[in-house]
């Protein structure tokens, strides 16, 4: 019991059948502290009263009526709750035999007759303090006792808790979970198996999957499980078609594991099978769409290509025969106005050329027709072709060009032609999207990882969702300013496959109203009879 109900005031008896000694020894016991005496001149009596309140000392004559000291102890042992209560017994000093009687009866200590006076209260006190510890102690065993089978208690309800909860949270997992044992028999399903398969779990269980359903997929798991409990086959995932029992098909994804008992042994394999039907429909269905797109893209490409062929012819025909008739070759035409209209419709037809070629350069960019013609070119030689061409316009917009190039840039193994046609289109843009008065800087630098030409302008710039519509074909970025100036959204796109094809990048910075900033790089493999890079 707990320490709290050990009482303070302990009970000492004493059985002597001679009433000079009940006296004497009633005496010494009150001269204890915190005791209750109790005396009895017959030894029965004692062994009645100890039945209904055991003591906590005992102090007993050997030699008394009826019942000699042996025996009363041996009987006062059996009492329930005095197998351990402390027994002193009083004996002459010649009794020695007497004294190993009782001691060998369950005595717990002898005082010799007279009595000591002070040998009886050091002794009484040293039994009565270690009968109090021993209740002490007694009382905190079971007070543990009784905490440790309450803890039991509830480790126990909280570990039923755990597996209720964890069955309820698998029953509600979307996804069929089951395991078999080494004779391919169920030992556990979820509720959503039992209802793909139309049986009551209880029903299912100690079944093999062929019991539970015909379809292949049955055959196939039982063999599979088989496999890998017999360490022929490792677990892992794989799809499937099932029939469900209304006779629609499925398609599940089952991902199978080996649980192995404590000694390592395989005992059980776990079953996870996810329906993915709807996802397998919209992966046909993507690919479907994927392949109608890109049959649609290549019809595209081979449609604007063939176009792009078919109008080159004629509009070649009506740039020669308006620069005849502009140059007047075969004679004058009769009217100034004539002449100024010869050379509109020349400058359009080339306009509309330009047009075109790019149209057909993307579409073998696309079908992946185009091929490089590539060759040892000086990058310097290419810049200057490139300034030529754009001067005029450049001038007529008051805008200023500046091209840095270092004397010792080496030279390139590519396609010289499409390498123009890029620079071409970069420096156009940035003269076109440059305000009146503006400047264009064209840098071209050779370092260890290759080459890096670079166009910035001063003009308009892009946000980010802008530099995304430019690099898409036939994208256009809306804006007053780029309606000012025709364009099919095609050179950005076109010089970015261009740049691709010689293996580099095309990438571009802008800011909104600060300009443009597009850089070309080109691996260093393109070098040709390099020494050691600038700045190395």
Known sequence: MP??????????????????????????????????????????????????????????????????GAAFIHRFRAVAGCADVPVIVV??????????????????????????????RVRSRNLLTMRRQQLLLRARASSLEEKIVEDA????????????????????????????????????VNDWFARSVGKNPAAIIGETPTAVSSDLYAR???ERDRR??????????SEHTVTLPEGEQRVVLSSKALLRDAVGRPMLVVTAALDITARKEAELALIAAKEEAELASRSKSEFLANMSHELRTPLNAIIGFSQVMADEVMGPLGSPRYTGYARDICASAQHLLGIISDILDVSKLEAGKIELDEETIELPQIVHDVLQLVAERARAIDISIAADLPPDLPALHADGLKLKQVLLNLVTNAIKFSHAGGRVELTARFGADGFDITVVDHGI????????????????????????????????????????????RLTIESRKDAGTTVRVHLPVERAVAVSAPVGA
Not at 10 to 28: F, G, M, P, S, Y
Not at 58 to 67: A, E, G, Q, R, S
Not at 103 to 115: K, N, Q
Not at 228 to 237: K, Q, R, T, V, W
């Open 153 to 188: 208690r509830r480790h126990r309800n909280a570990l039923r808790e755990s597996h209720e909860l964890l069955l309820r949270v698998i029953d509600a997992v979307p996804l069929a979970v089951v395991a078999t044992d080494r004779d391919g028999r169920y030992v556990f």
């Open 228 to 237: 890998i409990m017999g360490g022929l086959e490792a677990d892992g995932s």
């Open 3 to 68: 320490e709290t109900e050990i009482p303070n005031r302990q009970t000492v008896v004493i059985v002597d059948d001679r009433a000079t000694n009940l006296k004497i020894l009633e005496r010494l016991a009150q001269s204890l502290d915190q005791v209750d005496v109790r005396l009895f001149d017959h030894p029965q009596r004692a062994l009645d009263d100890a039945a209904r309140s055991p003591p906590d000392l005992v102090l007993t004559d050997f030699n008394m009526p009826d019942l000699d």
């Open 461 to 504: 710039g892009m946000d980010a969702g802008e530099i995304q519509t430019a690099v898409t074909r036939f994208g256009q970025v809306a804006s007053t300013w780029s309606r000012r100036h025709a364009g099919t959204g095609l050179g950005l796109p076109l010089a970015i496959g261009l740049v691709e094809l010689h293996g580099g």
């Open 220 to 222: 196939e798991s039982m």
């Open 91 to 120: 004996t002459a000093y010649e009794d020695r035999d007497l004294r190993y009687q009782a001691l060998e009866a369950g005595a717990t200590d002898f005082l010799l007759s007279p009595v000591d006076h002070h040998e009886f």
